[in-house]
C-alpha cells in the first residue's frame, strides 16, 4: 500500500521504517488542508496527525483521488468528520491508545515545573543569577488533585499523584470501580472544582466538554488553585482562563495544548512573527507554563503509535487483496 502521511514531523521517519514492511511511504512535512490535499494524490491512503483537517471537504477531495484509507497516528479523533468518512464509503484506522504514561508524566512534570517556578529558577541560573527570591513554591503532598476523565491517561495521572500523597477527586460519566478501590472519590464536576488545589483534564472533546472550563465553571474553581491541560486546547476557553488569570482567582496554567494550536504547535516561528495576539499573550504570561503538544514524544509512546497503525494498514491491505482474490476465482 502506498501511503501519504501528513504533518510529518522530522524524527518520525526512524520510528515508522522499522515497522513499514510492504508498504511505501511518503513523508509530506506540510499539514494537510483542502490546498494541500493534492498531495495525496498517486497514494492509497492518508496518515495524518492530530492538528490535520479531515473535514467534509478534505475527504472528499481525497476520496476523489481514490484514497479510501484514514489512518490517524493520535487517539483522538475530534478532527475528524465521522459522518463524511461513512458517507465517503472510506476506513477509518486510528491507534486506540499508547503509553498512558507519556502523557501523564508530561502533565505531572507541567505541574512540578508550574508550582516550583522551575523555567523562571532555570533562567535566572543561566544568567548567572542564583537569587532564590520569589521563588516560593508549593508543596503538593496533602494537596487535593481533581481528574477530569478518568481513562487510560487519566488513571496513569491518578497513580503517580498518589504517589505524591495527594487525595483524589474524580469526575467521570463512567467511573471506573477499580478506582474506587484506591481511595479514588467520584463526585459532581461542582464539587470537583470547588474542593481541588489542582485540577487535571483528560477528557475527550466532544460538544458537551467543548470549553468545559470557561467563565461559567472558572468562578466554581478553588481560590489559588493551578489548571493542567494535556488533553484538548479546546477543553478550556483561553482568554477566560488568562482573565482568570490576571484577577488572581486562579494561581497557574500549565498546557501542553493551545485552541488554535494548528497553524503554530510543531513548527519553528523563532524568526518570524506571532500574529496569534492570544498565543502571545499565553506564552508570555507569567503564570503559565506551555508545551507545544509534545505529551506523546516518548521513544516508548512513538514505538507503540509505530507498530499499532502499520499494522493494521497490514491487517486492511491483506484483507482487501483476499477480498479480491476471491472475487476473482467466483
Not at 274 to 282: E, P, V, Y
Request: net charge negative.
Amino acid at each position: 500500500m502506498t501511503i501519504a502521511f501528513f504533518s510529518a514531523l522530522p524524527f518520525e521517519q526512524a520510528w515508522f521504517e522499522p515497522f513499514r514492511g510492504q508498504h511505501h511511504i511518503t513523508y509530506i512535512p506540510d499539514a494537510l488542508t483542502l490546498n494541500t490535499a493534492h498531495r495525496a494524490g498517486g497514494h492509497q491512503a492518508v496518515c495524518a496527525f492530530v492538528n490535520d483537517d479531515l473535514s467534509r471537504p478534505v475527504l472528499e477531495r481525497l476520496g476523489s483521488f481514490g484514497i479510501g484509507v484514514i489512518g490517524m497516528r493520535c487517539v483522538g479523533t475530534d478532527n475528524v468528520d465521522q459522518q463524511a468518512i461513512t458517507d465517503l464509503d472510506m476506513t477509518l484506522l486510528h491507534v486506540p491508545g499508547y503509553s498512558p504514561y507519556s502523557v501523564a508524566e508530561q502533565s505531572v512534570a507541567l505541574l512540578l515545573g508550574l508550582v516550583r517556578h522551575l523555567p523562571q529558577a532555570h533562567n535566572r541560573v543561566r544568567a548567572g543569577n542564583f537569587a532564590i527570591d520569589g521563588l516560593m513554591g508549593n508543596d503538593l503532598h496533602g494537596k487535593t488533585v481533581g481528574v477530569i476523565g478518568t481513562g487510560h491517561i487519566g488513571k496513569a495521572f491518578i497513580r503517580i499523584m498518589q504517589g505524591f500523597g495527594c487525595p483524589i477527586m474524580a469526575y467521570d460519566t463512567r467511573p471506573d470501580r477499580r478506582l474506587l478501590e484506591t481511595g479514588v472519590v467520584y463526585t459532581s464536576l461542582r464539587n470537583l472544582l470547588g474542593q481541588s488545589d489542582v485540577v487535571s483534564l483528560y477528557c475527550p472533546l466532544t460538544p458537551q466538554t467543548l470549553y468545559l472550563i470557561d467563565a461559567d465553571t472558572l468562578p466554581l474553581m478553588k481560590p489559588g488553585a493551578v489548571l493542567i491541560n494535556a488533553g484538548r486546547g479546546r477543553l478550556v476557553n483561553t482568554d477566560d482562563v488568562l482573565n482568570a488569570l490576571d484577577a488572581g482567582t486562579l494561581a497557574g496554567y500549565a498546557a501542553d495544548v493551545y485552541e488554535r494550536e494548528r497553524t503554530y504547535f510543531h513548527y519553528d516561528f523563532s524568526d518570524r512573527p506571532i500574529a496569534d495576539d492570544l498565543l502571545n499573550r499565553l506564552r508570555n504570561h507569567p503564570r503559565v507554563l506551555l508545551t507545544a503538544h509534545q505529551g506523546f514524544l516518548t521513544e516508548e509512546a512513538l514505538r507503540q503509535v509505530a507498530r499499532n497503525l502499520m499494522n493494521q494498514f497490514s491487517f486492511y491491505d491483506n484483507q482487501q487483496t483476499a477480498y479480491i482474490t476471491k472475487a476473482s476465482m467466483c
